[in-house]
């Protein structure tokens, strides 16, 4: 099925200058960028869309990191988006990340690495529109 999925480049990997190298191998995998945006969170905004996790202990780290500096927002396109997406970053914690994967590549914990992307289809349906209008998909 033909998916969308939403994807961030979180601060860290915007910081160390790994921006261009994820959105090329984005692109190299066949996945199409159909939305995209350089913006910083908040810590509401952050509130919002981890809604799932507030209240975790490794929340108020999370929120730290997330709104520390630049983070680039996508909307990816594909059969299967979700899940090749899922595949092309690897497990959230990169050691645990196959090799060649983005967050082997360029996470160095489970906090700061490197990217996002959703788990499924609800939460990408919420994930895209909380961030991304209608006029700002292609
Ligand atoms: P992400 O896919 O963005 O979804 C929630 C994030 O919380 C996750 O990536 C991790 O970066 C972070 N996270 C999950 N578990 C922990 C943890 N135990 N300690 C710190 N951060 C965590």
């Known amino acids: ?3 969308r999925t939403f994807a961030i480049v979180k601060p860290d990997a915007v910081k160390d200058g790994h921006m261009g190298e994820i959105l090329t191998a984005i692109e190299q995998s066949g996945l199409k960028i159909v939305g995209l945006k350089l913006t910083r969170l908040t810590p509401a905004i952050c509130q919002g869309f981890y809604h799932e996790h507030v209240g975790k202990g490794f929340y108020a780290e999370l929120e730290a990191f997330m709104t520390e500096g630049p983070v680039a927002i996508m909307v990816l396109e594909g059969e299967n988006a979700i ?3 899922r595949d092309l970053m690897g497990a959230t914690n990169p050691a ?3 090799e060649g994967t983005l967050r082997k590549r360029f996470g160095a914990s489970i906090g700061r690495n490197a ?5 499924k289809p609800e939460s990408a349906r919420f994930e895209v529109g909380y961030f991304f209008n209608a006029f700002e998909q292609f």
Do not use: K
């Open 1 to 3: 099925t033909l998916e």
């Open 83 to 85: 899940l090749r997406w």
């Open 96 to 98: 645990n990340a196959a």
């Open 115 to 119: 990217t996002h992307g959703s788990d």
